[in-house]
């Protein structure tokens, strides 16, 4: 097998002394190229060329965003790689709900074990689109994911997420870290969950501005943050899941929640029920939720904050959100 490797230095993680020693023992086991990424974005251009080259599996050291930016550029191509993932990031969302260990060296031996054995995991994506004129539902058609991180980050376009996406407080949230991680703050639970306290205080909880809408179903008006969720969990505290979402799965389509109120009572009650290991869906009035779903639209009265695997993507005020079953191969 010809794997691509692709790392980024700048993983939390990881240091050279840890890398140099997966990359070895990769390195024994398939035939293996190595490439750092330079640039956001970097990792799906070179992902999306994978197959041309020749590359049987493309393997990922690093967090969600550079996973996510793999995914990306391996759905860019007819022929699509098999994904490796070796968690490298604060929080290794995907690479936990495919059951990886946490710590890129255990990760590692994993899937060295997957490849002896030819053990490989169909996904579902989800698909964000937004700032289309294209007529969607019933017989729409899409062309082919804008994946650039201009088309990421400014007017139309689309991109693949692999866990969660998210419009409101928890984009919010996801923006205010994405500053003080480029002021030099290092990711961790505890900057995330801090900045949520500090943020909810700055964020808009007296009027919402989302609106759920699903065909052949009445509208649901009145959100103020919705979580897409394409597995569960949504996210982790250090080793506590987060799931807001506990029917989500790679088997089936997207999941939603919606909160309609965000009072300190109603937002308490939410996080009681969410953090940690749960089986049973969050109740509450306030909760609109949705599960298996192929495709649905959330619209805003004014821009909203916006996310995708952990990455902020400015503000929309309409994003169309679909399921892609089948989507990926994943050795695990």
């Known amino acids: 097998m010809r794997a691509l490797l692709l790392v980024n230095p700048k993983a939390t993680s990881t240091n050279r002394r840890s890398r140099d020693v997966l990359i070895r023992a990769l390195g024994a086991a398939v035939d293996l190229t190595v490439e750092e990424t330079r640039y956001r974005g970097h990792a799906a251009v070179l992902a999306g060329t994978a197959a041309a080259k020749g590359f049987d ?16 550029g391996l759905m860019a191509g007819e022929v699509r790689p098999s994904l490796i993932i070796i968690p490298g990031g604060s929080a290794n969302v995907l690479a936990r709900a495919l059951g990886l260990p946490n710590h890129p060296i255990e990760a590692t031996g994993a899937v060295l074990e997957a490849l002896r054995d030819g053990r490989h995991r169909t996904i579902s994506l989800g698909q964000a689109i937004w700032d289309l004129d294209e007529t969607l539902g019933d017989g729409g058609v899409l062309g082919a994911p804008d994946v650039s991180p201009a088309a990421a980050g400014a007017g139309g376009g689309s991109r693949y997420f692999t866990f969660c996406a998210g419009l409101g407080y928890d984009a919010e949230v996801i923006r205010a870290v994405e500053g003080l991680r480029s002021a030099g703050y290092r990711a961790s639970p505890t900057l995330y969950v801090n900045t949520a306290l500090r943020h909810y205080f700055m964020t808009d909880r007296r009027n919402p501005a989302m609106t759920l809408r699903r065909p052949r179903l009445a509208d649901e008006r009145g959100i103020f943050m919705a979580i897409v969720s394409n597995t569960a969990p949504w996210t982790y505290v250090g080793n506590r899941p987060v799931n807001p979402t506990p029917w989500a799965g790679f088997d089936t389509g997207l999941d939603l929640i919606g909160l309609r109120r965000m009072g ?17 869906l969050p109740t509450g ?3 609109v939720q949705a599960h298996d779903e192929a495709e649905f639209t959330l619209s805003a009265e004014r821009p909203v904050a916006f996310q995708l695997d952990g990455d902020y993507l400015g503000e929309r005020e309409r994003v169309i959100f679909r399921s892609i079953p089948d989507a990926l191969q994943v050795l695990v």
């Not at 300190?264 to 049973?280: D, F, H, N, T, Y």
């Open 57 to 72: 599996a493309v393997a990922v050291l690093g967090g969600d965003g550079t996973v996510n930016e793999v995914a990306n």
């Open 264 to 280: 300190l009572p109603a937002m308490l009650g939410l996080v009681r029920q969410i953090v940690g290991e749960r089986s049973g």
């Open 285 to 287: 009035k306030h909760l």
